[in-house]
């Protein structure tokens, strides 16, 4: 994840020292033209790479995300908060589903994207490492996580991948909803008895560090994303995404009398950039490689899932297995 100065050209000589020049100038001219590369079109085994990597981790995190927010399906605060949450989370493993489909068309299968996921080969948010203590985590999550991810993911989803662009729309539609729900419980603790307003107060306290990891490293030391943004995979920095969502979400928190745990928090009235304590990026470098809160746990469950839903797979593919219409 982390490196120093311009590895991009670096990188692009020596995975790109066997692609037809040609070709690879006409890929560039493409996208420069702002056209969507599809699956049977020439694309260099880079950006193949570059895609499958940031399509699987993305997919990786829609269903692993979905685990601290499942876990308070049973526990929410009323039977319409439970079935709002619940197909919250119904959403948010289908998302996984569209991400998974749109990276096989890259040449991975879904099944090997889920052994290296449960054998810890491929990443995910780290955010999602963290546990969900009380119902006022999972309002943080609805709301202000799947904000962030909206943040990334609207502006993804003019890239140029038309699989990946695809599936972004389809998935922001469905999370600018998700959005709504997540405020509107915040709201209802923020706004509510002392008790749920400092329970609301505490689940901003402990998400607040995640939530600054979650738009990835500084660019200043960010590898993979000046590649991604050469190929407009990615269509905006990690450093652009957070700054938008704290002009966006700062505002909207503070409103609400909730406090941010930053004593440097503050927008620059001459850069009208906002500025704030440096992320620990050690922490993130730490979470992300598998040494979080709930890294063991949240695999576990995920194996156990596979584990448990191995006979469904192999009774599907047997060469007998066959529809039956059903009975009228």
């Known amino acids: ?24 100038a006409e890929f560039e001219a493409r996208i420069d033209r702002g056209e969507k590369i599809e699956p049977t079109d020439w694309m260099p085994q880079l950006y193949r790479k570059q895609l499958i990597r940031m399509i699987e981790q993305h997919a990786h995190s829609e269903i692993i995300g979905a685990l601290p927010e499942g876990t308070w399906i ?69 709301w202000l996580v799947d904000a962030g991810a909206i943040v990334n993911q609207v502006a993804n989803s003019k890239g140029s991948y038309g699989p990946y662009c695809r599936a972004l729309e389809r998935i922001c539609a469905e999370e600018s909803f998700h959005l709504k729900y997540g405020h509107h419980c915040v709201i209802h603790l923020a706004t509510g008895t002392k008790k749920q307003r400092e329970m609301m107060q505490a689940a901003v306290n402990r998400w607040w560090a995640p939530m600054m990891h979650f738009f990835g490293p500084s660019d200043k030391i960010s590898v993979h994303s000046e590649i991604l943004m050469r190929w407009k995979v990615k269509m905006a920095s990690n450093d652009a995404c957070r700054q938008q969502f704290l002009d966006m979400y700062v ?18 009235p001459e850069t009208g950039e906002w500025e704030f304590t440096e992320p620990d990026w050690e922490e993130f470098k730490r979470v992300i490689n598998g040494d979080g809160p709930c890294n063991k746990e949240r695999l576990a469950v995920r194996k156990l899932a596979e584990e448990r839903g191995r006979w469904v797979r192999k009774a599907l593919l047997a060469p007998k297995a066959k529809y039956v219409t059903p009975l009228a």
């Open 1 to 24: 994840m982390y490196g120093g100065g311009n590895v991009f050209e670096t990188m692009k000589a020596t995975a790109l020292a066997d692609e037809d020049p040609v070709k690879l």
């Open 74 to 142: 049973t526990r929410a605060p009323g039977f319409k908060r439970k079935l709002a949450l619940m197909a919250k989370v119904q959403d948010e493993v289908g998302h996984g589903q569209l991400l998974y489909s749109a990276a096989e068309t890259l040449g991975k299968s879904r099944e090997a994207m889920l052994d290296d996921l449960v054998s810890g080969k491929s990443k995910y948010s780290n955010i999602f490492n963290y546990p969900a203590f009380t119902w006022a985590d999972s309002c943080f999550i609805s």
């Open 251 to 268: 505002p909207k928190i503070w409103e609400l009398g909730l406090t941010i745990p930053d004593e440097k928090l503050r927008k620059n």
